[in-house]
């Protein structure tokens, strides 16, 4: 029952490549370090990517499935943080992102948009500000109201960002592994770095996101592990949510795979405090808000064939860290997504690779690791 659905799909193993003295070790086989190994190898770096786990073990593998542009905060937050020409360029970022995952991930993402929702007038309203900023800045969305969506009792209108998608997440990361291992990267699984004394003199690339490492100096814990549980029902003939749903901002989130299973997730909220936590067990509370949740969208009882949690890495100022890691020689990181990591990582997984590479690479003060040891402070 542990198990996540998206993982338990049967998988082939990777190419075998050996690469003796690496340039750089890649740290954490997720999302972005996929995405951070394979730009390397295409820069003509030697790379070893590790993890304590398999291929996207983590919360790669373990997600709601969502693909979703910009940052963990709405475009209008985010443009009040960082200014609306750094907004508009992440925002622009991403949904380029969107375009390489929909290139690389073949049958593993399907580009169906996402929705927004909006459970009560105080949420509309905010919706509402975001929408237009959107429309403002050029970027594309369209507004549902309540009516238009399956539970009108329930919602009172929606966003819809049209670039996004759904992934089968661990389908995706396990091909993008296997691309990278075809572009000469040696994939080391189930190996745990436990110091960076273990990695002589290559360059490293933490890509670690919410689960700890150990390996980050000044700043280990400062991405704060969070867990999320989620879902998975049995498969049900009507197809109410093809498209991914997220609402309560963001605390609850659902949809539909290809099979018919309703994939939901979220209801943190229902003990925040002990949700900040590295450990994945579940916990009777939110998995029976979840259930409950489910029952409701659709009228009757479903029976639940996958339950299971992950951690990921919650910045307080959502936006990702990508950098070198502070107070380190030659390590750099990529990571803390705040629950949006899915096309975020991949992005930051590749800009990481690039300034380790040397080339030219966009947003790095934004995003500089150095900003959490002055949090608060
Ligand atoms: C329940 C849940 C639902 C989510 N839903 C969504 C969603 O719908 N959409 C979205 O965009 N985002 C979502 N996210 C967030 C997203 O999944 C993550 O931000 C993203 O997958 C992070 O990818 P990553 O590659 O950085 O890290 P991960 O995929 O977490 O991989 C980190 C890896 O590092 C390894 N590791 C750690 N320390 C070491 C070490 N010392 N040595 C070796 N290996 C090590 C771990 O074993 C792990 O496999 C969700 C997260 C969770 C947990």
């Known amino acids: 029952m542990t198990t996540s659905y998206w993982l338990s799909e049967p998988t082939q193993p990777f190419p075998s490549v050996t690469v003796d003295n690496p340039d750089v070790v890649v740290v954490g086989a997720g999302v972005t370090g996929c995405a951070a190994a394979l730009r390397l190898a295409q820069a003509g770096k030697s790379v070893r990517l590790v993890d304590g786990r398999e291929v996207a073990g983590g ?37 380029r992102a969107i375009d390489t995952i929909e290139s690389l991930a073949g049958d593993a993402f399907r580009r169906v948009g996402s929705l927004r929702i909006a459970v009560d007038e105080e949420e509309r309203d905010e919706l509402r500000v975001e929408y237009e900023a959107l429309v403002a800045a050029g970027f594309r969305a369209e507004w549902l109201e309540g009516s238009e969506l399956h539970n009108p009792d ?52 933490v890509c670690v996101d919410g689960y700890p490492s150990g390996l980050l100096g000044p700043i280990e814990g400062l ?17 109410y949510f093809e498209v991914p749903h997220y609402g309560r901002h963001g605390y609850d989130y659902w949809h539909q795979d290809e099979a018919g299973r309703i994939v939901a997730g979220g ?53 990702p860290i990508v950098g070198r890691a502070p107070g380190l020689e030659n390590v750099w990181v990529a990571g803390g997504y705040s629950g949006h990591g899915n096309v975020l990582g991949f992005a930051c997984g590749e ?27």
Do not use: K, Y
């Not at 940052?71 to 360029?89: I, Q």
């Not at 991405?223 to 197809?239: C, F, K, L």
């Not at 500089?368 to 608060?376: E, F």
């Open 267 to 319: 209801f943190r909220d229902v003990s925040l405090d002990s949700e900040f936590t590295a450990d994945e067990r579940l916990t009777d509370n939110v998995q029976h808000a979840l259930r409950s949740f489910v029952n409701g969208l659709v009228g009757r009882e479903l029976r639940v064939d996958f339950a299971w949690a992950g951690i990921f890495g919650m910045v307080m100022d959502f936006l």
């Open 154 to 205: 329930q919602f009172t209108a929606a966003l819809r960002h049209v670039p996004d998608g759904a992934l089968q997440p661990a389908r995706f990361v396990r091909r993008l592994a296997g691309i990278a291992a075809e572009a000469g990267v040696e994939i080391r699984e189930h190996t745990r770095i436990a110091s960076l004394d273990e990695l002589g003199d290559a360059t490293v690339v």
């Open 351 to 377: 800009l990481v690779a690039q300034a380790v590479a040397g080339e030219d690479a966009p947003f790095l003060d934004t995003l500089d690791p150095a900003r959490l040891l002055n949090a608060d402070g």
């Open 223 to 239: 991405v704060i592990p969070t867990r999320g549980q989620v879902i998975a029902t049995e498969p049900i003939p009507e197809r």
């Open 59 to 95: 919360a790669s593998g373990r997600n709601g499935g969502f693909a979703l542009r910009g940052m963990p905060a709405a475009f209008d937050v985010t443009a009040e943080s960082v200014g609306e020409d750094t907004a508009s360029a992440l925002m622009a970022w991403t949904e």
